[in-house]
């Protein structure tokens, strides 16, 4: 770690930092991600680098993370003496190897959107789920089973 010109402290090196190559066998083909305001931190990194490398179609709301990068890690806890509510203070920012999104100060947004009713909500509906199901049968060509697993045979 060393201070820079901005007054910081910056992280200057990490074994995982840097270009990273898949191995052989990877998956290549399409991919959909599911995510809504419930998406944050990790999650939010991992998303921003396929949004970022055009590797899925993202399916849902905006995610509650920032595209380039979060402030969390190690924190400070403040107590104000009336309250006494524990607030953690976050110490690190951190930020992602990636730019150029025109939503960059947000989080990601999806390429379909998904929004609830409250009447979705109270029948528990994960329509996310529903439009990504309704995506892969249109490309395999057959309509999404309506039936469980299959049942165990018979003894």
């Keep these: 770690m060393k201070k820079g010109d901005d007054g910081k402290y910056h992280y200057t090196g990490h074994p995982n930092w840097g270009t990273q190559h898949p191995l052989a066998p990877y ?50 806890p403040l107590v104000p003496p009336n309250s006494k509510i524990v607030l953690p203070i976050q110490l690190t920012g951190y930020c992602m190897a990636i730019e150029g999104s025109e939503h960059g100060s947000r989080g990601i947004q999806p390429d379909i959107p998904v929004e609830y009713s409250i009447a979705d909500i109270l029948a528990g509906k994960d329509k996310e789920m529903e439009v990504a199901l309704g995506r892969l049968a249109r490309r395999a060509g057959d309509a999404p089973s309506t039936r469980g697993p299959p049942s165990a045979p018979a003894k």
């Design 27 to 76: 998956f290549a083909g399409k991919v959909l991600v599911l995510m809504n305001g419930g998406s944050f931190s990790t999650t939010c990194e991992f998303l921003s680098t396929l949004h970022h490398h055009h590797r899925a179609t993202f399916i849902g709301e905006e995610t509650g993370g920032g595209y380039y990068g979060n402030t969390s890690g190690m924190s400070f």
